[in-house]
């Protein structure tokens, strides 16, 4: 099961009810079976891997162990 920190919680309860749909079921779930399913980040968030939500958002999340850290808007993401 993919672990979610409580900030990323929270993000999940604030967005919009259709990314929100997408995020809980369809992207976090398939984390589970597919790790690499994002793309690696760099500088101060190396170790780290981003996944698109739509055009707007991101999933930031750690591969080992797999937890779901936060899910921002990509103009905040990378900050």
Known sequence: MTRRTARA???LDKLP???KNKAAEALIERLQ???S???K???KLEGKRSL???RTHRIIYTVDPLIV???VA???AYR
Do not use: C, F
């Open 52 to 54: 698109r939500l739509g």
């Open 37 to 39: 399913l994002g793309k």
């Open 74 to 76: 990509r103009k905040d």
């Open 33 to 35: 079976t597919e790790t």
């Open 41 to 43: 980040l760099q500088g």
């Open 9 to 11: 919680e929270k993000d």
């Open 17 to 19: 009810e259709a990314l």
């Open 69 to 71: 850290l936060t899910i």
